[in-house]
């Protein structure tokens, strides 16, 4: 995936001036930085949620998006919120199957009939990591999707979303403030900056799958001194 | 079980005293006034009650009735509901926001006293009450319309829901709490209306026309016995749509 020359402004404050950006195909891409530096924005222009002047070319359409906050339908249990965004993509036949595999991998499947109101915290956040992967996408984008959660429910959803990736993976861009999450999941961070300046790209030679307690202390220094 | 009673008590308790207070007050009246025509006690006005409940002109006048306001009511919601929907459209809200403005603030007795020279007088009443009803449904529908979450409408457009799912499933659920609660305050006024302009349309078989016919024969405690019967049909409309809600609205 690449973006091309791509500007963004709201009024007078510039976010993007002809920035460009390479995403590998079924890797994932951590972009740290500060709040205000157009995070967010990186990832509505991707997704089309936002306009924008410039190009962003991808191997294909299909997004998934993990959210800051759920973002699942209160009127809708677990199953049909995911059932929700299945509809325009699989057979009926097919929808129940993709369903209750990903509940039982994100341990969900005795909560399906729940409604949103009635999860935890981690709970809903596991669902909304169940819908983008029961969603065929292309491409999956990530927008501080633990930043509300405690440590010990942070580190399980962490766990939980790197076996889910490790068995299905696409182009992912995962957007955080948090130097530590971007080490537990990304095969490479970059550091933004306001007007879509990259301070610092680091590649990580480990899987994150296979990283345990690897040490990256030169790599995680060379972010710290840029941040 | 005891913090349940508790909690139940208030709901029976006031509504109870509030009646019987209502009640109260039209017996010191009657007694005080002492002229049955001018206030009947509460004993004559149920007998006529009773006397109109066991005639079939009753159960027609109050059928007709019926039937003219949920024909006025569900074409009213109907096209509240459409146009509330497709003035999410900011060109066509500016379109329809002045029509809207003037069916709003034009009088009732002038619609209804200009439907009675244009229309026949059994479709008049539920004209008249389309346009009294028809914009106040469709201001509560536009506002539940535009607080529905744009983070969910977001979320719906980038996993490419279609539209007819995310009506279905999203706008539709999202606006139902509001929309079923300004329908519950519209059908009352929709049974005030129809009755309202079937007494100035001398619409036949109503229960407008039996209430002007009581008043016109000095049959006081009739009238009110009409009244009472107009009362229950609102309260039992009204009940109809809370149960409508509660069942549709289950995940609050």
């Known amino acids: ?227 | 079980m005891k913090l349940k009673l508790k909690k139940i008590l208030p709901d029976i308790i006031y509504p109870f005293a509030a009646v019987g207070i209502i009640v109260a007050l039209w017996a010191i009246f009657a007694a005080a006034i002492d002229m049955e025509l001018i206030v009947p006690s509460i004993g004559s006005t149920f007998d006529k009650l009773g006397n109109l409940l066991t005639g079939a002109d009753f159960y027609r006048a109050l059928g007709n009735t019926l039937l003219r306001t949920a024909a006025s009511f569900l074409t009213g919601a109907l096209a509240a509901l459409l146009l509330s929907l497709v003035s999410l459209n900011d060109s066509v809200r500016k379109f329809l926001s002045p029509v809207i403005k003037i069916v709003r603030s034009v009088p009732t007795m002038s619609v209804i006293l200009l439907t009675v020279i244009w229309m026949k007088p059994a479709t008049s009443p539920i004209f008249v009450a389309f346009l009294i009803n028809f914009p106040i449904m469709y201001s509560g529908f536009y506002s539940a319309f535009s607080g529905v979450d744009k983070d969910l409408v977001a979320m719906s457009k980038v996993y490419g829901v279609k539209f007819k799912n995310r009506l279905f499933e999203l706008y539709l659920p999202a606006i139902a709490p509001a929309a079923f609660d300004c329908m519950q305050s519209s059908i009352g006024l929709t049974v005030k209306i129809v009755i309202s302009a079937e007494v100035i349309a001398q619409t036949r078989y109503s229960m407008g026309i039996a209430m002007q016919m009581a008043r016109g024969y000095l049959e006081t405690a009739e009238l009110l016995a009409w009244t009472l019967a107009a009362v229950v049909l609102s309260y039992i409309l009204e009940l109809l749509i809370f149960a409508i809600k509660k069942a549709f609205v289950r995940w609050k």
Request: net charge neutral; glycine share 6%.
């Open chain 1, 1 to 227: 995936m690449k973006l091309i020359s791509v500007s963004k402004s709201y009024g007078d404050n510039v976010v993007f001036d002809k920035f460009c950006l390479e995403a590998e195909e079924k890797k994932i891409l951590a972009v740290l930085g500060s709040s205000g530096c157009g995070k967010t924005t990186l990832l509505n222009i991707i997704s089309g949620l936002t306009d924008f002047q410039g190009a962003v070319e991808k191997s294909g359409n299909k997004i998934s998006y993990i959210f800051q906050n759920k973002r699942l339908l209160p009127n809708l249990t677990v199953y049909k919120n995911i059932e929700f965004v299945l509809k325009n993509v699989y057979s009926k036949e097919k929808i129940p199957c993709i369903i209750n595999e990903i509940l039982r991998k994100v341990e969900l499947y005795d909560s399906r009939n729940l409604y949103p109101s009635e999860l935890s915290g981690g709970m809903g956040q596991r669902v909304s990591l169940a819908r983008a992967f029961a969603y065929p996408s292309d491409i999956l984008l990530m927008d501080e999707p633990f930043k509300a959660l405690d440590i010990s429910l942070k580190k399980r959803i962490i766990e939980t979303f790197n076996s889910l990736y490790r068995t299905d993976r696409r182009t992912t861009v995962f957007v955080t403030h948090d130097i530590e999450e971007a080490f537990a999941v990304a095969d490479r961070i970059i550091v933004l900056q306001k007007g879509g300046n990259i301070l610092a790209d680091e590649t990580l030679s480990v899987p994150a799958e296979e990283r345990g307690y690897a040490d990256f202390s030169e790599t995680k220094k060379r972010i710290y001194d840029v941040l």
